[in-house]
């Protein structure tokens, strides 16, 4: 694929004079998610990346739905759909067997206005964002590598020392975001600790078409006594054949290097599984490993920079977006001069519980699928040919599965919330993305704070419009609060990422909200209005 151009701009010039806002290095799916909220709410970008131009290899596949929402709020979701494939269900199975699906689709009705997985490869997750974000105005330096990086503790500022077509320059940043994968050198540069394990075992990847033996439109697990397949849905190639990606076990350290023969033999004998052609191998060991921190001084960590994990519901990809996300609206605020350098602390505050808790999770589940523990092996052999159909049939029926949907589609991820007005309880709603009521995630597009009240009668109804009104933020009133833990006639105060940081009454509220932008937006207790 030819390298993204356009034509130079303002932007442009104020890059080559050698001092930008952030300079954002690694232009993969996070790097160009926070490039484009970036240049979005109105900061000096530099995004930089060696290669020379998007990702050719499919890589990390699964889309969530709060990724979705994220690309919605963006203005890009229509496209996302256009492109995917849509996965609303999970089928479990052992050896040849397929068992019934766990629909996805179904258990996250209501929670998302996408629920279910859209398969959509990060190859053309990038292109996509590469394709706004010079519609928003931004470029992607391609062909410029980061050689160091050197802090600067009188200003503040980080002198970047590059590698380019024009040969080696410098540029200074006021901030620099390592997005620069799981081998970061902005990490590296910084001297913080990239914690955790990687597994003994060798792992294969097949993305290929014209498969056979696996149900479509599913996340296909199997498993076997010493074996594992984890199969995704893909779109098919332009023969019209199905796709899927293709993910197995290969063996531990002594196993010989893997190859696509080897694969293909191994799925076929234990799984039945067949396919004409592939698109691209690859072959792997699978790393759990944590930055000790996401924030050094003026340098910040995201996405496989910061946090790398097992495969194990596709959440990878998706983890990374929403760093960039949260973290985009922090530096914007503090650019601007509208906010202090301290409210970035609560950028690692929010972001690094979240991947620590993925990282325990995937990494527990992907133990248990893969283990080769002589108890773990016959608990796989014999247990999943009587339980497993049982549980799948029940488990629709049952709360944990509408949970276990929330938690897939990382739409139950919880901040803390600091402040006298809600202390460190863990709230139902405070601290949350914004639950979904099938009409209130339209106002979100603008991003900006606001204030909503849901299913409140004509008297409370008055109050809160005068209390949101005090503060001079936009007012939004919902008939219903639909199957959601939204309290009827309760204020919320929304964040621009879609996070409640706030909820009080009508009498409560212009206090309760104003302590809580004190410490998160002041300058709209300053300026009493927005941009």
């Known amino acids: 694929m030819e ?15 050698g001092s930008i806002d952030v300079l954002v290095v690694g232009a993969g799916p996070t790097g160009l998610m926070l490039a484009n909220w970036l240049v979005k709410l109105g900061v000096r970008v530099a995004l930089i990346d060696g290669k020379d131009g998007p990702t050719v290899e499919s890589r990390a596949l699964g889309v969530h739905s709060r990724s979705m929402e994220i690309y919605d709020q963006l203005g890009v979701a229509e496209r996302v759909l256009a492109e995917s494939v849509h996965a609303d269900s999970v089928r479990p199975g052992f050896g040849r067997r397929a068992f019934a699906p766990v629909p996805l689709g179904e258990l996250g009705r209501g929670l998302s206005p996408y629920p279910g997985i859209h398969m959509l490869e990060q190859s053309a997750n990038e292109r996509l964002l ?17 050689l160091s ?18 040969g080696p320059s410098s540029l200074r940043a006021r901030f620099v975001v390592g997005c620069d994968g799981a081998s970061s050198l902005v990490r590296a540069q910084c001297g913080t600790a990239f914690e955790g394990t990687t597994s003994r075992q060798t792992f294969y990847l097949v993305d290929a078409v014209g498969v056979t033996g696996l149900p479509p439109a599913s996340v296909n697990i199997r498993q076997e006594a010493t074996e594992f397949l984890l199969a995704f849905p893909m779109r098919p190639d332009d023969a019209g054949r199905n796709g899927q990606r293709l993910i197995g076990t290969a063996g531990d350290d002594d196993t010989p290097s893997v190859t696509e023969d080897f694969a293909r033999r191994r799925m076929t004998e234990a799984f039945g599984v067949t396919y004409e052609d592939y698109r691209w191998f690859s072959s792997y060991r ?41 973290l985009a609206f922090k530096l914007a605020d503090v650019v601007a001069g509208h906010a202090p350098e301290t409210l970035l602390n609560r950028y690692e505050a929010e972001r690094r519980p979240v991947a620590v808790r993925l990282l325990t999770t995937t990494d527990m589940v992907f133990r248990g699928l893969t283990s080769s523990s ?47 007005a809600h202390g460190r309880r863990r709230g139902a709603v405070v601290g949350r993305r914004l639950p979904w009521t ?4 339209e106002v979100l597009r603008p991003a900006i ?78 300026e009493g209005r927005q941009p």
Do not use: C
């Open 3 to 17: 390298p993204a151009t356009r034509p130079a701009t303002k932007q442009d010039e104020r890059h080559d004079a």
């Open 374 to 420: 002589r108890v773990v092996m016959a608990v796989r052999r014999y247990v999943p040919r009587v339980v497993l159909p049982v549980a799948v049939a029940l488990f629709p029926r049952l709360p944990v599965g509408r949970r276990l949907a929330g938690y897939l589609g990382q739409v139950r991820i919880h901040y803390w919330m600091d402040g006298p």
């Open 286 to 326: 699978i790393h759990h490993r944590i930055a000790a921190h996401f924030r050094i001084g003026s340098v910040f960590l995201a996405g496989d920079a910061a946090h790398v994990h097992s495969p194990v519901g596709a959440q990878g990809m998706n983890t990374g977006l929403q760093d960039a996300h949260n």
């Open 130 to 146: 590469v394709d706004n974000l010079l519609a928003l105005g931004g470029s992607v330096r391609w062909g410029h590598r980061l």
């Open 449 to 526: 704070w606001q204030v909503h009240v849901y299913a409140a009668d004509p008297a409370v109804l008055e109050r809160s419009e005068t209390a949101a009104g005090s503060l001079e933020l936009p007012f939004h009133a919902f008939p219903t609060t639909g199957a959601t833990r939204l309290r009827s006639g309760m204020l919320y105060l929304v964040r621009p990422d879609g996070f409640v940081a706030a909820a009080a009454l009508p009498g409560d509220a212009a206090q309760v909200f104003r302590t809580t932008l004190e410490h998160q937006a002041p300058h709209l207790l300053r």
């Open 438 to 441: 099938g009409d209130n995630f």
């Open 149 to 166: 990086l050197d802090q600067d503790q009188a200003d503040d500022g980080v002198l970047a020392h590059l590698d380019g077509p024009a």
